[in-house]
């Protein structure tokens, strides 16, 4: 297997992966949802916990789902649904799409190891594993590490665009480089 061919096979398998995860997220979602209307409106004393979970599948569902968008191409992009047989028009639009990604993820990423002053310390996930959820005994860093993972998984996306992967509903045509 070529090194290309590993980029999109893994490029793949992550997207299935983050496909079942959102739908089980979802599924959690709309049962604690549902569980809650029922306490809350049948027997006037809805469990506390419902909301936290409610919210922590939200953000898990919202955050692995952005990755399936952006797999498929339905993410706002710049030259989006731009077309052409000319080679270089192809790299120019495949890097016009590519920089706007890097240039806004790939701080997110490095604030999620590194924070304020370049200490770890001061990092948002190293803020998240002191700080502990409201209902439950277990620290947020089970909700916030949604966003390297988001943002790992969307990199690994865009370099396999590069590698020949087309989004799945054609907005860019694949270019293959090198």
């Not at 549902?34 to 955050?63: C, D, H, K, N």
């Not at 988001?150 to 992967?165: E, K, N, P, R, S």
């Not at 799945?168 to 480089?177: A, H, I, K, P, Q």
């Amino acid at each position: 297997m070529t090194f290309k061919r590993a980029i999109v096979r893994l490029s793949d398998v992550l997207d299935r992966i983050m496909r079942l995860a959102t739908i089980g997220f979802l599924m959690a979602l709309v049962s604690v949802v549902i569980l809650q209307v029922i306490a809350r409106y049948v027997f006037a004393s809805p469990p506390a916990w419902t909301e936290e979970i409610a919210r922590y599948a939200m953000i898990w569902a919202g955050l692995l789902g952005a990755t399936m968008s952006f797999k498929r191409g339905f993410d706002p992009a710049l030259f989006g649904d731009f077309r052409s047989r000319n080679r270089f028009v192809l790299f120019a639009a495949k890097l016009g799409r590519s920089l706007p990604v890097l240039i806004y993820l790939l701080p997110i990423l490095l604030f999620c190891f590194i924070g304020a002053n370049m200490t770890v310390e001061r990092s948002f996930l190293v803020r998240h594993s002191r700080s502990m959820a409201d209902a439950f005994d277990f620290p947020t860093l089970l909700v916030a590490i949604a966003v390297p993972i988001m943002i790992m998984t969307i990199l690994v996306h865009l370099a396999a665009q590069w590698c020949g992967d087309k989004p799945r509903n054609g907005t860019v045509e694949s270019l293959e480089v090198g």
